[in-house]
C-alpha cells in the first residue's frame, strides 16, 4: 500500500534562511507525488507535482522538490523564506496505480517563519 | 479562474439536526471528493465520485452520512442525525482523472461545521 510520513509535524525558520520540508514516500510502482499547502482557515492549494517526468520539479511561490527514488523521499525546500509561506505543508502520494484518481496525504507539516 | 465552491462557509447547528453541505466542482472533471479534517485526524477521505457514480463511500459512518450528485454542477453531503463529534471542516475537491493517470485534485474553502 502506498503512504508517506512526514518526518516533522512543526518546523520553525527565520525569514530570510532556507527552508525544508521532508517526506518518505513507500509505493510498491512509480508513484505521483504532491505537494499540496493550506494557509489558516483556508482550502488547500497545490504547490507542486512530480508525475516522472525531471525529477527536480519547481513550483509556485519559489518552493521546489526533488524526487529521489533511492531515498524514497521527496523534500520540498525553498532557499528563502517569507513570512507569507507561514503555513501547514502537506505531502501527497497518489493510490495503487493511479487510476482511481486518490490521494494520500501525509499528517502535515506545520511551517512557521520569524521575523 | 475556475474554482471549486462550497458552501455555506460555515454551519452552526444542535445534534441531531440534518446539515447538507454543497459542492460545485470545476466543470469539466469527472471526479469530486469529500474530506474532513480535524486535529486529531487530519485530513481524512469520506467519499468520492467518478462521472456523478459513487466509487467508494468507505470512509463515511454509513448511518448519519450520505453523499450524492444530482448532476455534473452539484455534490452534497448530508449528515443526519448530526453529532457534535462530527464538528471539522468539510471540503469538496474536484479533479479531472483519466485512464492511468492521477492529476491534481482542486479544493474548494471548506464548510466549518460546529455540532453543538
Redo the contacts between chains.
Sequence with gaps: AQSVTQLDSHVSVSEGTPVLLRCNYSSSYSPSLFWYVQHPNKGLQLLLKYTSAATLVKGINGFEAEFKKSETSFHLTKPSAHMSDAAEYFCVVSDQKGSQGNLIFGKGTKLSVKP | DAR?TQTPRHKVTEMGQEVTMRCQPILGHN?V?WYRQTMMQ??E?LA?F?NRAP??DSGMPKDRFSAEMPDATLATLKIQPSEPRDSAVY?C?S?L?L????????????TRLTVL
Design positions: 471549486v471526479t471528493f487530519g485530513l477521505l468520492y467518478r466509487l467508494d471540503f475537491a479533479g482523472v485512464a492511468g493517470a492521477t492529476d491534481t485534485q482542486y479544493f474548494g474553502p471548506g
